[in-house]
T-cell receptor, first 113, second 113 residues
Framework: QQQVKQSPQSLIVQKGGISIINCAYENTAFDYFPWYQQFPGKGPALLIA?????SEKKEGRFTISFNKSAKQFSLHIMDSQPGDSATYFCAAITQGGSEKLVFGKGTKLTVNP | EAQVTQNPRYLITVTGKKLTVTCSQN?????MSWYRQDPGLGLRQIYYSMNVEVTDKGDVPEGYKVSRKEKRNFPLILESPSPNQTSLYFCASSSGPGAGELFFGEGSRLTVL
């Protein structure tokens, strides 16, 4: 049973454009929502994360928007660059609990020069 | 430098030939886990370990074994590999299952002929 649904599966954006990846979750006990970035040939690494007490978190060109009532969150990459080309995974967890991090299925982002 | 180290990074083997993928972390993490990554299926957890001598099945444990005799090491064993185990494997660690950040190794690409 997939608890975090991620879309789209792949995304092609022109340099300078905005990349948007969406995720939806079901478990209202989740209280921490990280995004992982995976470059080709590398393991995923934490990019940015948000807690449900805020609606938005921004770090540089990366922004997470969070809609608690809709149980949805999204990653926005502003001014997308070819170096942002990677696979992005959203995830969710109840921190401090015994359950593991639940991942979305990933989005392969390609930013064309 | 904090890291999770996997070996080998690349391996081609034949059906039925036992193999072991090693994983070691230097962060004194209690929680370690193995994932496989397949196109369109995202990251699927194979096995995890909460601490030394404590291991449990993840979502896709069939055909795999693990052991945790030391805190830093968590090898993945394929007793009789089959072609459907051709995949990209990742070891990960964290301070606990409920921690928001997983630290991943760089991956081991396995091909079973």
């Amino acid at each position: 049973q997939q608890q975090v649904k991620q879309s789209p599966q792949s995304l092609i954006v022109q340099k300078g454009g905005i990349s948007i990846i969406n995720c939806a979750y079901e478990n209202t006990a989740f209280d921490y929502f990280p995004w992982y970035q995976q470059f080709p040939g590398k393991g995923p690494a934490l990019l940015i994360a948000i807690r449900p007490d805020v609606s938005e978190k921004k770090e540089g060109r990366f922004t997470i928007s969070f809609n608690k009532s809709a149980k949805q969150f999204s990653l926005h990459i502003m001014d997308s660059q070819p170096g942002d080309s990677a696979t992005y995974f959203c995830a969710a967890i109840t921190q401090g609990g015994s359950e593991k991090l639940v991942f979305g299925k990933g989005t392969k982002l390609t930013v064309n020069p | 430098e904090a890291q999770v180290t996997q070996n080998p990074r690349y391996l081609i083997t034949v059906t039925g030939k036992k193999l072991t993928v090693t994983c070691s972390q230097n962060m004194n993490h209690e929680y370690m886990s193995w994932y496989r990554q397949d196109p369109g299926l995202g990251l699927r957890q194979i096995y995890y370990s909460m601490n030394v001598e404590v291991t449990d099945k993840g979502d896709v444990p069939e055909g795999y074994k693990v052991s945790r005799k030391e805190k830093r090491n968590f090898p993945l064993i394929l007793e009789s590999p089959s072609p459907n185990q051709t995949s990209l494997y990742f070891c990960a660690s964290s301070s606990g299952p409920g921690a928001g950040e997983l630290f991943f190794g760089e991956g081991s690409r396995l091909t079973v002929l």
